[in-house]
């Protein structure tokens, strides 16, 4: 079905692995569309319950766009390829009601430290870098790191890493908050695996109701936030997780929710 990217989904997971080693993951068209494909693919399963996005080979998560790949300097008119293929694939992660989690095993540079941004979790190598390179080419942050980064490191951070295009090893990355976990790569699939393995017993639709109104946040009033709670709270008081919730801390038993 899919030419660049390896997608399965077994025990609750939906598995999505960027498969073009041979240029580091780099972005293209095609990729692009698949991705976004998978992903709503898992949106709409109500068997997945979590979903996993690393990187193919050993080196790369993903380097960014692919510059061989029919982008050329000067006159290019690339607003037109973010709002065709980057832009629908950062909503999709952002608007799906289930946790994404990023596994970082390689580098992550431009469009790839944006895409694994736009995750809701990301675990990392700890002998790998990400980079906010577009300077280096003339080129501004696209895909979505003009509103996570400063929401993450604050707005003098981020101008600094957008500007300088410097390197973020997983030491500062962590201090940072821009990655959740860094292990050392022979730990790394164990890790990953611990916390699928969470999310997969974990109530589904109570995260995604928090993950809903978290991209709203910033944008949002106090009282606006109060109003959205209340409602996202009632949605959870009618599902089977909070009554499986009560009755299990009222049988000093583990849960056992259904996501449902």
């Given at each position: 079905m899919f030419e660049t990217i390896l997608f399965s989904k077994e025990n609750h997971i939906g598995r999505i692995i960027i498969n073009r080693p041979e240029v580091f993951n780099a972005l293209n068209a095609k990729l692009l569309t698949e991705l976004t494909e998978a992903i709503r693919d898992c949106h709409e399963d109500k068997d997945v319950r979590v979903v996993l996005l690393t990187g193919g080979g050993e080196k790369a998560f993903c380097s960014g766009a692919d510059l061989k790949a029919g982008l050329s300097g000067g006159n290019t008119e690339l607003g037109a390829t973010l709002r065709a293929t980057y832009n629908p694939l950062i909503l999709?992660?952002?608007?799906?009601?289930?946790?994404?989690?990023?596994?970082?095993?390689?580098?992550?540079?431009?469009a790839g430290m944006s895409l694994a941004l736009a995750?809701?979790?990301?675990?990392?190598?700890?002998?790998?870098?990400?980079?906010?390179?577009?300077v280096g080419i003339g080129l501004m942050p696209d895909a979505g790191s003009?509103?996570?980064?400063?929401?993450?490191?604050?707005?003098?951070?981020?101008?600094?890493?957008?500007?300088?295009?410097?390197?973020?090893?997983?030491?500062?990355?962590l201090s940072l908050g821009l990655v959740s976990k860094s292990v050392p790569v022979e730990n790394l699939a164990g890790e990953v695996e611990k916390l699928l393995?969470?999310?997969?017993?974990a109530p589904t639709r109570s995260i995604g109701l928090m993950k809903q109104i978290l991209?709203?946040?910033?944008?949002?009033?106090?009282?606006?936030?109060?109003?959205?709670?209340?409602?996202?709270?009632?949605?959870?008081?009618?599902?089977?997780?909070?009554?499986?919730g009560?009755?299990?801390?009222?049988?000093?038993?583990?849960?056992v929710f259904k996501g449902e």
């Open positions: 999709a992660i952002r608007n799906i009601p289930k946790p994404v989690i990023c596994c970082l095993n390689g580098i992550a540079a431009g995750c809701d979790l990301i675990i990392a190598r700890d002998d790998t870098y990400m980079t906010e390179l577009f003009m509103f996570f980064l400063p929401r993450i490191v604050g707005m003098q951070r981020a101008f600094e890493l957008f500007s300088s295009g410097r390197k973020i090893y997983m030491t500062e990355a393995a969470y999310y997969t017993q991209n709203k946040t910033y944008e949002s009033s106090l009282e606006e936030v109060l109003e959205m709670e209340a409602e996202a709270q009632t949605a959870c008081g009618f599902t089977h997780d909070f009554a499986e009560v009755m299990s801390f009222l049988q000093k038993r583990p849960p």
